[in-house]
T-cell receptor, first 111, second 115 residues
Framework: DQQVKQNSPSLSVQEGRISILNCDYT??????FLWYKKYPAEGPTFLIS?????DKNEDGRFTVFLNKSAKHLSLHIVPSQPGDSAVYFC??????????FGAGTRLFVKA | GAVVSQHPSRVICKSGTSVKIECRSL??????MFWYRQFPKQSLMLMAT?????????EQGVEKDKFLINHASLTLSTLTVTSAHPEDSSFYIC???????????FGPGTRLTVT
């Protein structure tokens, strides 16, 4: 049962433009969502999170939007930079220690 | 964020041998450590959760006798893949968590290849 789904395996964006990475979830018990960024042969690093009681959280170039009724969240990166090229994982947490990850979306930012 | 290291970063072993992977939390007291494996182009799959000083909790479908996890201290957890087979070849990643945050701090991962 895939509780967290990232349906786009890859996304290509021009430098300076906006990158929008999408994530859908099925578990309505998630009360916290996180985005992680991963470079090849490295572990994921935490990027940004959002509580289920919020609909937006912004940190510099990164903004996460949450639509609870649609069980959908998205990560916006603007402006996109070549160094943003990586795999982005969406994850949900039910308040315990267990975090469920999506399959990831590979972002390519072209110079 | 906290620094988590893994050793070795890459290991090749013969089928039937055992391999130990270490995960160290260098600047953070990790009450909980997680072990994941990642297949190519797939998500991080949680294998087990270990709390310091107690037995690990394994996810459904993960053989606890094959993947031995020890979390003897707040800074060290080990994963031993016993009697490894080629299908165990994967990227194994550990992470450290705390009771005060949802964030996890990931190690750089270990690429295991079983020949």
């Amino acid at each position: 049962d895939q509780q967290v789904k990232q349906n786009s395996p890859s996304l290509s964006v021009q430098e300076g433009r906006i990158s929008i990475l999408n994530c859908d979830y099925t578990n309505s018990m998630f009360d916290y969502f996180l985005w992680y960024k991963k470079y090849p042969a490295e572990g994921p690093t935490f990027l940004i999170s959002i509580s289920s009681i919020k609909d937006k959280n912004e940190d510099g170039r990164f903004t996460v939007f949450l639509n609870k009724s649609a069980k959908h969240l998205s990560l916006h990166i603007v402006p996109s930079q070549p160094g943003d090229s990586a795999v982005y994982f969406c994850a949900g947490n039910t308040g315990g220690f267990k975090t469920i990850f999506g399959a990831g979306t590979r972002l390519f930012v072209k110079a | 964020g906290a620094v988590v290291s893994q050793h070795p970063s890459r290991v090749i072993c013969k089928s039937g041998t055992s391999v130990k992977i270490e995960c160290r939390s260098l600047d953070f007291q990790a009450t909980t450590m997680f072990w994941y494996r990642q297949f190519p182009k797939q998500s991080l799959m949680l294998m087990a959760t270990s709390n310091e000083g107690s037995k690990a909790t394994y996810e459904q479908g993960v053989e606890k006798d094959k993947f031995l996890i020890n979390h003897a201290s707040l800074t060290l957890s080990t994963l031993t893949v016993t009697s490894a087979h080629p299908e165990d070849s994967s990227f194994y990643i550990c992470s450290a968590g705390s009771s005060t945050s949802y964030e996890q701090y990931f190690g750089p991962g270990t690429r295991l290849t079983v020949t």
